[in-house]
């Protein structure tokens, strides 16, 4: 079982992460228009008093004027935060806040974190009960034992919403999934194993819960706290864990182990030890759960078995438990169909559809998002990864039909198709694309260059490529000047990064003799010109580096303008023969993904010029994993109204068709037309109307306004300019990009090193 480095960072990048820009992680924004005095009558007085009618006749209404549908309340008291127990309701906030960014990520469900500071179930109890009118579901985490479970039978008993403590079944949830597979692959009858689950807490009873409901006999479940075995005649058993007290002889973990089938540790490290693993029956299922550290880690059961399938909660072992292949998805399904509560029903299908879609084959889509892997069901396969993009599709739509088949459903869904197809429009793509690059070059690193390596948010970026084990960094700058910076931002300054200037002789002599050998002739330098440019300019050093093999990619810009680093780069690095070098920006807005072109070279490119960068726009966003359609868009539409600046895109078109190129493409047509589905009725002979995901633009000026507009206005994510065409993979951050923009592009530069021939 191999494992894998985890990413580090300082308490300080964590508390500025907290609390750059806004504080916290989540915010409210409204999700009509507020502009005029009429929006605002709409949504407040006398407009809002139509809706309030509606639901005061019929409750469920509040379903179809407002946002309970898709709200849910992450309530915690701080009782047992993480692993850190109980430090009050207040220092559980951080975490409800992030609680509530998953449920965003990841099932695209909008949550209000309440942090109750009452230690009194009661009160506690009242308090969901007076507020739990505006949502449409509870999320319970991080509440003690046994208040959780007082807290949640009751407000099921009392509420006619999903209620659902992720701490408990979200556990048992996604450890009933790695059961039902691992059985499946040893061979093994769920009726017939012998189950050992050492700890006793929220989460362990649950998963007992669970495992029964699934089919493992009670009597064969031995459940052990810190006192012992959990058996039948014990003294001072509350009635929780006297639920799960069978007649045995065994008093000790190390009695109860032997000859087990499966042992599941919510527990401590140190807990089951190797001896304990040799007593285990044939192919033992061992999930090792403890958080941080697993009761025993998988290289240690190796040790001793070479028959074993192990699972821990770490993300840095195959199999990882971990909740949120679960709870997001859940609470989705079940909001979906207005569901009265989260059933046992619903979590067994949520479980059945975890596991189905472990042993299904991987597409190739599916391949692109985890970064060119393709895992096979087996010993090391038996959960899904917590980033495959098909559980957004197939664990809600269990859930729903789970929902609607035992009756708490309140609404229906007709076509099921259909509701998974809406299920995937609500992935972020940005973060589907960039997971799937991250988890491509972490397994093909690169050294990736970072020019200006004295600037914050470069340095901050550089210092994240190497703990997040994307690839090997190396800094641009002043050694004195960068280590000052390190410190600030809260490492040891001799913090392990390479860092080269131009003091460097050797490689400085390298680079002069490349330069003044390509430019002589070509811009008439001497070599002492060529000596200046790389002593003086980073951007001619860092791209030299590329250009000599001393790295494999290098990302720029940020402390400068875009076209200045790209003039600099066009002296070292010529455009990829027979291509087209321009800039193609990814444009993420409202769950659509556009790529827009050219947003940074070509300033009025021509007919010619702009059919080279729709083919070459189209194989770039297949690589990203989109079927591309590409507009040609303008102010007109199929020659409405025909003036002199159109004409050069309608022969731009007429050109491709020529090409008999294998994309579909259309134009020239407005941009509303290219996006917008309403538009198929008045042009029903276009398949690329409504339908286009890349934009090729008339010109520079339009293409990098429209972008840009996009990002400071609309609300969209952006990636790139990406320089498309250029001779090696060399990227430049705009003005005052953030840390993870500059990230993102040093990842692409990664990426396009290890899938492009630039030789060719």
């Given at each position: 079982m191999k494992k894998t480095k985890v990413d580090h960072y300082t308490d300080k990048e964590a508390l500025e992460f907290h609390s750059h820009k806004k504080p916290g992680k989540?915010?409210?924004r409204a999700s009509k228009n507020m502009i005029t005095k009429r929006d605002l009558a709409l949504a407040y007085s006398p407009g809002v008093a139509v809706p309030v009618k509606k639901i005061s006749e019929n409750p469920d209404a509040a379903y179809d004027y407002t946002s309970k549908g898709n709200l849910v309340a992450v309530i915690s008291n701080g009782s047992a935060i993480l692993g850190m127990g109980n430090l009050g309701a207040l220092a559980s906030k951080p975490v409800m806040e992030g609680k509530a960014v998953l449920f965003k990520r990841f099932a695209d469900i909008d949550s209000i974190d309440l942090e109750i500071n009452s230690s009194n179930a009661d009160e506690i109890i009242n308090s969901i009960k007076n507020f739990s009118p505006s949502f449409g579901g509870i999320n319970l985490e991080d509440i003690a034992?046994?208040?959780?479970?007082?807290?949640e039978d009751k407000l099921k008993e009392i509420l006619d919403i999903p209620v659902f403590h992720d701490d408990q079944h979200g556990t048992a949830i996604i450890t009933s999934a790695a059961l039902i597979n691992a059985l499946d692959i040893t061979k093994k009858s769920i009726d017939k194993i012998k189950v050992v689950i050492n700890g006793a807490g929220a989460s362990a009873m649950a998963c007992a819960n669970l495992f029964k409901k699934n089919g493992v006999i009670q009597k064969n479940i031995t459940m052990v706290d810190r006192t012992g075995v959990i058996f039948r005649g014990r003294e001072n058993l509350n009635q929780w864990k006297s639920s799960h007290a069978i007649e045995t002889t065994n008093r000790t973990l190390d009695d109860a182990i032997n000859n087990a089938d499966v042992f599941l540790g919510l527990s401590a490290k140190g807990a089951l030890t190797k001896a304990m693993v040799k007593k285990m029956a044939k192919k033992p299922i061992i999930f090792a759960c403890a958080n941080p550290d697993p009761e025993i880690t998988p290289e240690e059961i190796e040790e001793v078995r070479d028959d074993a399938i192990i699972a821990t909660g770490r993300s840095d072992y195959p199999n990882q438990v971990n909740n949120l292949i679960g709870f997001p998805y859940i609470f989705r399904g079940a909001l979906d169909v207005r569901s009265k509560t989260i059933n046992e029903e619903m979590k067994i299908a949520a479980a059945q559809a975890i596991a189905k879609l472990a042993r299904e084959d991987v597409p190739d889509e599916v391949v692109a998002a985890?970064?060119?892997?393709?895992?096979?069901?087996?010993?090391?396969?038996?959960?899904?990864?917590?980033?495959?993009?098909?559980?957004?599709?197939?664990?809600?739509?269990?859930?729903?039909?789970?929902?609607?088949?035992?009756?708490?459903?309140?609404?229906?869904?007709?076509?099921?198709?259909i509701y998974q197809e809406q299920l995937k429009q609500r992935l972020d793509p940005t973060v589907t694309i960039m997971q799937g690059i991250n988890s491509y070059v972490k397994k093909n690193q690169k050294k990736i260059v970072f020019a200006d390596g004295e600037d914050e948010n470069t340095l901050k970026a550089a210092i994240a490529f190497k703990n997040s084990k994307l690839g090997i960094p190396i800094l641009i700058g002043k050694e004195e000047k960068i280590k000052e910076q390190i410190k600030k931002i809260g490492y040891n300054e001799n913090f392990d990064i390479e860092i080269v200037n131009s003091k460097d002789t050797p490689k400085r002599e390298k680079y002069v003799k490349y330069l003044f050998e390509k430019l002589q002739r070509e811009q008439g330098?001497?070599?002492?010109?060529?000596?200046?440019?790389?002593?003086?300019?980073?951007?001619?050093w860092a791209s030299c580096m590329v250009a000599?093999?001393?790295?494999?990619?290098?990302?720029?810009?940020?402390?400068?303008?875009?076209?200045?680093?790209?003039e600099k780069i066009k002296q070292v690095v010529d455009v990829r023969a027979g291509e087209i070098m321009f800039g193609l920006n990814l444009v993420v807005h409202e769950g659509k993904t556009i790529f827009i072109g050219d947003t940074s070279v070509h300033e009025y490119p021509s007919a010619e010029q702009l059919s080279e960068i729709a083919i070459s726009a189209a194989r770039v966003v297949k690589l990203f994993g989109f079927e591309p359609k590409v507009a040609f868009v303008s102010h007109s539409t199929f020659?409405?109204?025909?003036?002199?600046?159109?004409?050069?895109?309608?022969?731009?078109?007429?050109?491709?068709?020529?090409?008999?190129?294998?994309?579909?493409?259309d134009g020239d047509m407005q941009p509303d037309v290219a996006l917008n589905e309403e538009y198929k009725s008045l042009y029903p002979f276009s398949n690329i109307?409504?339908?286009?995901?890349?934009?090729?633009?008339?010109?520079?000026?339009?293409?990098?306004?429209?972008?840009?507009?996009?990002?400071t206005l609309g609300d969209s994510k952006v990636i790139g300019?990406?320089?498309?065409?250029?001779?090696?993979?060399?990227?430049?951050?705009?003005?005052?990009?953030?840390?993870?923009?500059i990230l993102n592009l040093a990842s692409v530069a990664a990426y396009s090193a290890d899938i492009i021939d630039y030789k060719k």
């Open positions: 989540i915010e409210i034992a046994p208040d959780c479970f007082i807290i985890m970064g060119g892997e393709r895992p096979h069901y087996g010993k090391d396969y038996i959960i899904p990864s917590t980033f495959d993009p098909r559980l957004i599709s197939i664990i809600p739509s269990a859930v729903a039909k789970a929902a609607m088949d035992t009756g708490v459903a309140r609404k229906k869904i007709e076509n099921f198709e330098l001497l070599e002492w010109d060529c000596d200046r440019l790389v002593r003086n300019d980073r951007v001619i000599c093999g001393d790295a494999d990619g290098a990302v720029t810009g940020n402390t400068r303008r875009f076209g200045a680093s790209l020659g409405q109204p025909l003036t002199s600046r159109t004409k050069h895109i309608k022969e731009a078109v007429e050109i491709l068709k020529s090409k008999k190129v294998s994309f579909e493409f109307v409504g339908n286009a995901n890349i934009l090729i633009m008339p010109g520079q000026h339009s293409a990098a306004i429209s972008y840009k507009l996009m990002k300019p990406l320089l498309i065409g250029l001779g090696l993979p060399i990227e430049i951050a705009p003005l005052r990009s953030s840390t993870s923009e």
